[in-house]
């Protein structure tokens, strides 16, 4: 790669490279056009572009190039890594030669494969320790753990992707984990889950490039505890990355602005349902009493006070080993705040080539929100959090490449509010 384009000059200049994505030598530097591509938090973001090609000999090169699975896509804007994933999908047209290929985000390679040894952490382990170790476990396919119980051979040259792990610890433990075989629970499931109890984190897999040796990198980077995912009366005292240098205004640097909310998941009453208790053994001639299956609840008085109608949601897959009723009315707490009636969600459309540019925020930065609209000001003043000035996060975005480099691109962000994560 070369750095013949200055980052922040308000133009961009793409490059779409293939490298295999077990070994990750580079291959091949494909032309994309009608390119887009996305980020968001937890998920794996996606990729698509077009390709078509008058020589022969270059298609069949684009063959195996953008074999899916097989291959993986890695995007630099002006010579910086800025997406990765694994070739999911292609089509192909022989009367105009052109191919349509879709790529994952390295994080979808977790839900493709499955915990089929049964793994346990005790509650002393870090949280960020057990995300590094599920990593190093399902990129070494179980070698030197399998049995023969568990059918499954390991195959760990064909499992490592090369994904490494922030290093660092969050200081933080959950309750003890233990993923049996015979469930095949995939690593993704439960990383995801793991991370979305109570004083959980986030996480990514961000891209960049080992010039030493030539070659792209994959990380998994974690953020620390979202406001969303405190406990019950905790106040958020973490980083706000991003909330100096975001700036987003409608009128101003927003291009368009749509508002969404509804009530669809939405609830002022939500339960949690937890552990049900064991039978207790039962005397010969008596009836089994089956004991009630422990719930937490939370009920926001704010809202039955002001005439809203009640709304309930259940919780009921992710806590079954959880029994104390404190942490299931805390995990009530938790999931209610977050989903409090209406759900807004806040998609803006920005320059990417105007100040904060692509690859200037990652998502999960917090940025100002700044609105002057009669109609948005009482949507944001009906919920308690109207200001002159709103603190808003980047929970996802998506940007659509143009396919002259003179063009900026155009950005699609979902902004959240702090203690939500819907939207996402």
């Given amino acids: 790669m070369t750095a013949d384009i200055e980052i922040g000059s308000g133009r961009s200049f793409y490059r779409y490279y293939v490298a295999w994505t077990i070994s990750g030598d580079l291959a091949l530097e494909l032309n994309f056009t009608g390119v887009s591509w996305s980020m968001q938090i937890r998920k794996a973001g996606t990729f698509q572009g077009s390709l078509i090609f008058e020589s022969d000999e270059r298609l069949a090169e684009a063959y195996w190039g953008t074999m899916p699975g097989k291959m993986s896509i890695y995007v ?25 290929v879709e790529a994952t ?19 002393t382990y870090d949280q960020y320790q057990v995300v590094r170790e599920l990593m190093a476990i399902m990129q070494t396919d179980f070698s030197g753990l399998a049995v023969a119980s568990d059918i499954a051979t390991s195959h760990p040259d064909s499992a490592n992707l090369g994904i490494t792990v922030d290093s660092r610890n969050s200081s933080k433990h959950q309750d003890s984990q233990t993923w049996l075989g015979y469930e095949l629970t995939t690593f993704g499931d439960a990383i995801e889950n793991f991370s979305n109890n109570l004083g959980g984190f986030e996480y990514n897999i961000e891209i960049g490039w080992n010039l030493a040796q030539d070659t792209f ?12 995912q405190l406990p019950d009366g905790d106040e958020y005292v973490g980083e706000r ?14 291009m368009t602005l749509g508002y969404d909310d509804t009530i669809d998941e939405a609830a002022d009453r939500y339960f949690v349902t937890g552990k049900q208790p064991e039978s207790a053994e039962v005397a010969e001639g008596e009836e089994s009493v089956e004991e009630p299956t ?44 977050r989903v409090k009636p209406p759900i807004p969600a806040w998609n803006v459309t920005v320059n990417g080539g105007m100040n904060p540019h692509v690859g200037s925020y990652r998502v999960g930065d917090w940025c100002r929100f700044i609105v002057t609209d009669p109609f948005l000001s009482q949507a944001l003043e009906s919920t308690g959090t109207y200001t002159e000035s709103l603190t808003k996060r980047i929970a996802q975005f998506t940007v659509d490449v143009p396919d002259q480099n003179q063009i900026p691109e155009t950005v699609t962000l979902t902004l959240i509010d702090e203690w939500s994560d819907e939207g996402m």
């Fill in 76 to 100: 630099t804007r002006n010579n910086v890594p800025v997406w990765g994933g694994f070739v999911s999908r292609r089509t192909y047209d022989p009367v105009t030669r052109q191919i349509d």
């Fill in 105 to 123: 985000g390295f994080e979808a390679y977790a839900y493709r494969r499955t915990i089929w040894h049964t793994l346990a952490y005790d509650n």
């Fill in 217 to 228: 990198t994959k990380r998994l980077v974690f953020r620390d505890t979202p406001p969303s």
């Fill in 241 to 254: 990355p991003g909330l100096e240098e975001n700036f987003f205004e409608y009128p101003g640097n927003i």
């Fill in 294 to 337: 422990p719930r937490g609840v939370y009920e926001n008085e704010a809202y039955f006070s002001t005439q809203w109608p009640i709304f309930e949601a259940i919780e009921s897959s992710e806590h079954s080993e959880v029994s104390l009723q404190e942490t299931l009315n805390n995990y009530a707490q938790s999931y209610g705040q």
